[in-house]
Nanobody, 113 residues
Framework: VQLQASGGGLVQAGGSLRLSCVASGPIRSISAVGWSRQAPGKQRAVVATIASGEGANYADSVKGRFTISRNNAKNTVYLQMDSLKPEDTAVYYC????????WGQGTQVTVSS
């Protein structure tokens, strides 16, 4: 099973983007899904997660601006990003946590000032 992320691009500060991540096949026993990001010269960091049966959690830097959601029937997770800032510029990776961790290939988000 592979994860395919899409929706990245170039946007001006204050704009919005919606990232999508879909699994190519069924994944059993998913305990959580989420998004992380890696900016140039920085370590990858988790920005949002949803654990099965629980609510969403966000990094402090994106609270109130990003919204994570999932569609279990479609094996898809989304990240709605509003009020984007230049510091949100990074490669965004989706992940599914099940019996192993599945990672998407990354999608570039660039926010211009």
């Amino acid at each position: 099973v592979q994860l395919q992320a899409s929706g990245g691009g170039l946007v001006q500060a204050g704009g919005s983007l919606r990232l999508s991540c879909v699994a190519s096949g069924p994944i059993r026993s998913i305990s959580a899904v989420g998004w992380s990001r890696q900016a140039p010269g920085k370590q990858r960091a988790v920005v949002a997660t949803i654990a099965s049966g629980e609510g969403a959690n966000y990094a402090d830097s994106v609270k109130g601006r990003f919204t994570i959601s999932r569609n279990n029937a479609k094996n898809t997770v989304y990240l709605q990003m509003d009020s984007l800032k230049p510091e949100d510029t990074a490669v965004y990776y989706c992940f599914f946590i099940a019996e192993q961790i599945y990672w998407g290939q990354g999608t570039q988000v660039t926010v211009s000032s």
